[in-house]
């Protein structure tokens, strides 16, 4: 069979690592928090296997919802961070107040620079996603460096957030939105190729920080 006949099946680790800054409970509420960033993993996630062929069993998007206490969710996090091919930070007051966000982003630096040591280095796989309205002055380096609206996603989205959308019942626009962001991070991962590595090189980064971080 000629080779341009052959199956070509793109990366099969997760495509994408959603860091997010956690809501806490409301005192007397009856809803859990973080509902709307569960509906955006649960779409994003659908959306990036119809638009891959990426295995069943295969995780499409990670999304850490484990109580962050003790050991196990810390290594569960490493090797995502360690295996993933796009880092999707959601852009928020909260993200931007969390230690643990910080670290993801360290772990998946720490991976492109090792892909930068080695002169393979195609393209940066952060691709960011706003979450709630922002001013540009508001987001601290190195957010600030990242661009979070791309064409097709709307007014709507850049100037409120998909948290914006959701609330205000726009569930097409958040439909379209998410999809758009999809298609970007398929994009980035398939052409960055960022290899995976070691979890054990994020070590020094996880301990570095003191063990009240593990109750945001």
């Known amino acids: ?20 800054g ?8 009856h809803r859990p928090p973080d509902t709307g960033l569960i509906r955006l993993h ?24 484990r109580t962050r206490l003790g050991s196990g969710w810390k290594d569960e996090l490493k090797r995502h961070l360690a295996e993933c091919q796009v880092l999707i930070p959601v852009l928020s007051p909260r993200l931007f107040a969390s230690k643990w966000c910080a670290v993801e982003w360290q772990c998946f630096e720490l991976r492109q ?11 940066n796989a952060v691709v960011p996603v706003l979450w709630t309205p922002l001013r540009y002055r508001d987001i601290p380096s190195p957010y600030s ?15 409120g957030g998909l948290f914006s959308l959701l609330s205000n019942g726009r569930h097409t626009t958040f439909n379209r939105v ?12 398939v052409s960055a190729r960022l ?12 301990d570095s920080l003191d063990s009240s971080a593990g109750q945001e």
């Open 1 to 20: 069979m000629p080779e341009s006949l052959l199956p070509r099946r793109s990366p099969q680790n997760p495509y994408g690592f959603l860091s997010y």
């Open 22 to 29: 956690r809501t806490p409970q409301v005192k007397d509420g």
């Open 42 to 65: 649960d779409r994003l996630s659908e959306d990036v296997m119809a638009l891959t062929d990426l295995q069943v069993g295969r995780t499409p998007v990670y999304l850490d919802r």
């Open 113 to 123: 620079q090792l892909q930068r040591d080695k002169g393979t280095f195609t393209r």
């Open 145 to 159: 460096d990242l661009q979070y609206t791309h064409e097709g996603m709307g007014h709507a989205y850049a100037a």
């Open 178 to 189: 998410v999809y758009q962001l999809a298609m970007t991070v398929v994009d980035v991962a």
């Open 195 to 206: 290899e995976p590595c070691d979890p054990a090189l994020f070590d020094d980064i996880f």
